[in-house]
């Protein structure tokens, strides 16, 4: 298993930023819809990135996560997977990048955009649509 560095170096932050471009391009690979990403960074120490995104079925929702976690340990990185088995709602823990992958209507009943969005003075906060 490769030792990342912390995110608060410039090396851990690069391997961050590293590690969010793949989860992007491989979201965008496998046709997942209405990606998101929410930066954390100051806002939590889970991660720098929360990325959601859905797919058309429980089918292409356990194809996508199936598929990142692969590229990420590919990358040399580390992929906790849970809720593979249902695939309405899938959480690959990926360390610095927490992705959620849901169906559709899982999505919009959790809003789990909303509840990232508003930061501590009730502002929007920066989100980031791809």
């Known amino acids: 298993m490769k030792a990342l560095k912390p ?11 590293a590690l969010h471009a793949l989860v ?9 819809q209405d990606i998101v990403s929410i930066p954390l ?13 859905e ?18 340990k590919q990358a040399g990185g580390t992929a ?8 309405d709602w899938v959480l690959i ?9 849901f169906r559709p209507e899982v999505r919009s009943f959790y809003n789990l955009e909303r509840m990232w969005a508003v930061d501590e003075e009730g502002d929007a906060a920066d989100v980031v649509e791809a």
């Open 55 to 72: 797919g058309r079925s429980t089918r292409q929702v356990a194809s996508i996560a199936q598929k990142l976690a692969e590229r990420i």
């Open 7 to 17: 995110a608060t170096s410039e090396i851990g932050r690069a391997e961050s930023a």
């Open 93 to 101: 823990d990926a360390g610095d990048v927490i992705v959620h992958l």
């Open 24 to 32: 992007m391009k491989s979201l965008d690979d496998d046709q997942a």
């Open 80 to 87: 906790r997977v849970e809720g593979l088995a249902n695939a």
């Open 41 to 53: 960074e100051g806002k939590s120490n889970i991660a720098d990135h929360m990325v959601i995104a």
